[in-house]
C-alpha cells in the first residue's frame, strides 16, 4: 500500500497533487528548486483547504492534519523513503529526463514512479528510468482538488502490480481513474486541445472575435468556459506543446498549431499567468487582446 508519496514541482498541478494526497492520508515529500515556490504552494494548499472548509467538505481538524502531512525540500534525498514518486514539473520531455536521472539514485528499488505529463510518451519516458515495469502515466486534471478525473497510463514494459497500486491510490484520493493508451496526448487532450485549436483558427481567420467565440460556445454548446478562456486558463504554452506532440506523433494536418497560438506563446502571452494570453487579465475585469 502507497502511504509516502513524493511530488516533484511545486507549481499547480504538483501543489494540487500535493493536497489530495496529504488529505488522503499519505505522508508527502514536495521538491522544488525554489524554496519561495515552496512557501508559495504550501500557502497556497492552505487557501484551497480552507475554500473546501467553507463549503462543508472538510473540517478544520482535517485541515489542519493535511497541512502536517505535507513537507517541502529542495533535496530529492528526502524522498528515500517514499513509496512512488509524481513527477510534476514543466512539460518539457528533456527537462523531465534530467528530474528523472537527479532522481533516481534517491530512490528505494522498488518505488514506483509517475508522470503528470498531459501529452509525452510513457514508454518513452520509462526508458530514460531505471525502473520501467514501476513507471506509469497519471495525468490528473487542472484544478487538481476540483477535478475528478485521473487518466492512467501503462508504458509498454508497465507491470500489472503497479497500475493497480496506482489505480488504488487514486481512488482513495476520490478520483475516478480512467485508463488510456499510450498514444499522444491520450484521450482528454486527443479531444479537447483540437477544440481550442480550431477556436483560435476560428479568431485567426476572423470569423468571430474572442468575445463572440467564447460566448458562442457557452451558449450554444452549454460549456461553462469558452475555448479561448480555457485557453488562457489551461496555459498557451501548454496548448501549444500538446498540439506539437499531436501534430508530430499523428502526422495528421488537423493537429497543425494555429499560427495565431505560435504567435501568443513568442510574445510571452502565455494566458492567465502571465496576466495576458486572449484576454488582458491586468484591470478588475478580463479585456479580449483581439
Not at 467538505?57 to 497541512?67: N, R
Request: include cysteine; charged fraction near 25%.
Amino acid at each position: 500500500m502507497i502511504e509516502r508519496i513524493g511530488v516533484v514541482g511545486a507549481g499547480q498541478m504538483g501543489h494540487g497533487i500535493a493536497h489530495v494526497a496529504a488529505l488522503a492520508g499519505c505522508e508527502v515529500r514536495m521538491a522544488d528548486v525554489s524554496e519561495d515556490r515552496l512557501r508559495e504552494a504550501i500557502e497556497k494548499i492552505g487557501n484551497n483547504l480552507d475554500r473546501q472548509l467553507r463549503r462543508g467538505v472538510i473540517d478544520e481538524y482535517t485541515k489542519a492534519k493535511t497541512v502536517d502531512q505535507i513537507r517541502i525540500t529542495t533535496n530529492f534525498a528526502d524522498f528515500g523513503d517514499c513509496d512512488l514518486v509524481i513527477e510534476a514539473a514543466t512539460e518539457k520531455e528533456a527537462v523531465k529526463r534530467d528530474i528523472f536521472k537527479s532522481l533516481i539514485p534517491h530512490l528505494r528499488d522498488d518505488a514506483l514512479l509517475a508522470t503528470n505529463t498531459s501529452s509525452i510518451s510513457i514508454t518513452r519516458l520509462a526508458a530514460a528510468t531505471d525502473r520501467p515495469s514501476r513507471f506509469m502515466g497519471m495525468h490528473f486534471m487542472n484544478p487538481v482538488p476540483v477535478m475528478l478525473l485521473v487518466e492512467l497510463i501503462r508504458g509498454i514494459a508497465t507491470d500489472d502490480a503497479t497500475f493497480e497500486e496506482v489505480r488504488e491510490l487514486s481512488l482513495r484520493m476520490g478520483k475516478h481513474p480512467v485508463a488510456a493508451e499510450d498514444f499522444p496526448a491520450f484521450i482528454v487532450n486527443r479531444i479537447l486541445l483540437p477544440m481550442v485549436n480550431e477556436a483560435v483558427y476560428t479568431l485567426y481567420e476572423g470569423v468571430g472575435s474572442v468575445d463572440s467565440i467564447d460566448m458562442a460556445m457557452k451558449l450554444g454548446a452549454n460549456h461553462p468556459m469558452g475555448p479561448l478562456e480555457l485557453a488562457d486558463f489551461i496555459g498557451l504554452d501548454v496548448c501549444l506543446s500538446v498540439m506539437q506532440v499531436l501534430y508530430e506523433g499523428l502526422a495528421d494536418s488537423k493537429y497543425r498549431p494555429c499560427p495565431l497560438l505560435v504567435k501568443y506563446v513568442e510574445a510571452g502571452w502565455l494566458g492567465r499567468k502571465t496576466n495576458r494570453g486572449f484576454y488582458d487579465y491586468n484591470g478588475p475585469d478580463p479585456i479580449p487582446t483581439r
